[in-house]
């Protein structure tokens, strides 16, 4: 029986390619091996929105080949697919000529083409493929692609403009992972708001929600990422009036001066920015909203920065995901801005916000002590059992349940990161 070893690094949106193509090659007869030496296929999952992310590919690539070029009879195939592999990807099979195949995002019969290529995966194959899971949360991405063209990020001339899914498809694939045990599953999109503009019946994220929200055995939905200008009324009803869907939001901001937002091309100002956070708050006053930001982007001054501090103060997001800004070699930003804020200008500004937003998060999460909160349990680890609340916080705790039960929890402690507490009747 050949074996398989996938590697992945970045979003969820990789994730979950990676358990698509894992489900594909298992049905297809592959065992899966967590040693990449065992293997007959070797895939790399490829992420170059971060310079980090890519130099940890690079890192990779350069242990296969030597794991390759040492083996003794057993020389596995590798394929390198995701974000690092263009429309042309001659320069990288010049720089990696020992990779036997270069595939881009979701295209998944291209290195089962070029390692089984007597297999019949025909028209039916890969919508009828669903991933396995390990425990009772799953990914499942319901729009690929994205058509911002925001000047800092490459997705767009890698993943391609705006495809969504049809709702019956993405239906048929929930009911499929409910009936294999899941109980949560998180709806995903570089976008995910703009779903259905593109389909031919003009639909929405919010009819897939009521959509899939009858689904007997699923207990609860969530979504990301969202675009501002997409986030419509309509989205936000169906969140406030369908109980399964968690009053959870993450809409990353990127910067909190406008100047700073126009020079990244976002397409919106700070204005609107805010009326978005307060039409969520308005209509689910305890809603979870979470935030992206870039610090150190091109130009961006010493007062720039500090009105971004000053958002993050006066909005108080429950998350802050924050970089510091890299070059993508392709992007509007690297072919036409200079990156004129030194590195380290760049990691102390980055440290400033993970500090501010340190304490906002913890003064967020100290409010839910002696509260009791909802929690999916998820797992254990290290004796503890932990899983999330509606709202996207880990949770440890003590008690007897198992991996899918929705279990009310006394929260006994509190700090930025995470909650704990205690299983009560």
Request: net charge neutral; aromatic share 6%; charged share 30%.
């Amino acid at each position: 029986m050949p074996r398989y070893h996938i590697w992945t690094v970045g979003c969820q949106m990789n994730e979950a390619d990676s358990a698509k193509l894992a489900a594909g090659l298992q049905r297809l007869g592959w065992e899966e091996t967590h040693r990449p030496e065992e293997a007959d296929l070797v895939v790399l999952n490829t992420c170059v929105v971060r310079q980090k992310a890519e130099q940890r590919g690079v890192s990779k690539l350069a242990a296969l080949r030597r794991l390759k070029e040492r083996s003794n009879g057993r020389r596995p195939r590798i394929a390198v697919m995701g974000c690092m592999v263009d429309l042309r990807p001659d320069s990288l099979r010049e720089r990696f000529p020992f990779v036997d195949v270069f595939a881009r995002p979701q295209a998944f019969g291209d290195v089962l083409a070029a390692v089984a290529p007597q297999e019949d995966v025909g028209g039916e194959f890969w919508p009828e493929t669903f991933p396995q899971t390990a425990g009772p949360t799953a990914y499942v991405p319901v729009i690929h692609g994205c058509n911002k063209f925001c000047t800092f990020c490459i997705v767009p001339y890698r993943r391609g403009r705006e495809r969504s899914r049809p709702i019956a498809e993405v239906t048929h694939e929930v009911e499929v992972l409910v009936a294999r045990g899941v109980k949560e599953v998180t709806l995903l999109g570089q976008t995910v708001e703009a779903y259905g503009h593109d389909l031919p019946e003009r639909t929405s994220l919010a009819d897939l929600f009521r959509a899939i929200h009858g689904i007997d055995g699923l207990e609860r939905i969530r979504f990301l990422t969202s675009y501002p200008k997409d986030m419509t009324d309509d989205i936000i009803q169906a969140v406030a009036e369908l109980p399964k869907v968690c009053e959870c939001f993450n809409i990353p901001v990127q910067s909190g001066d406008d100047t700073i937002l126009a020079r990244m091309r976002r397409g919106y100002t700070l204005s609107e920015y805010r009326d978005v956070v307060d039409k969520i708050r308005r209509r689910l006053p305890a809603a979870a909203i979470s935030t992206d930001i870039i610090v150190g982007f091109c130009g961006e001054t010493d007062d720039q920065f500090r009105r971004t501090c000053d958002l993050l103060a006066e909005l108080r997001f429950d998350k802050v995901h924050v970089a510091a800004y890299s070059p993508r070699p392709g992007t509007i930003a690297w072919r036409t801005l200079a990156d004129d804020v030194p590195q380290q200008v760049k990691m102390e500004r980055l440290h400033i916000v993970e500090g501010l937003q340190e304490g906002i998060a913890a003064e967020i999460n100290a409010r839910l002590e002696g509260t009791v909160q909802e929690v999916l349990v998820e797992g254990e680890k290290g004796g503890k059992l932990n899983g999330r609340t509606r709202s996207d916080k880990i949770v440890h705790l003590h008690g007897q349940a198992r991996p899918g039960e929705l279990a009310n929890v006394s929260i006994e402690k509190t700090s930025a990161w995470s909650l704990q507490g205690r299983l009560v009747d």
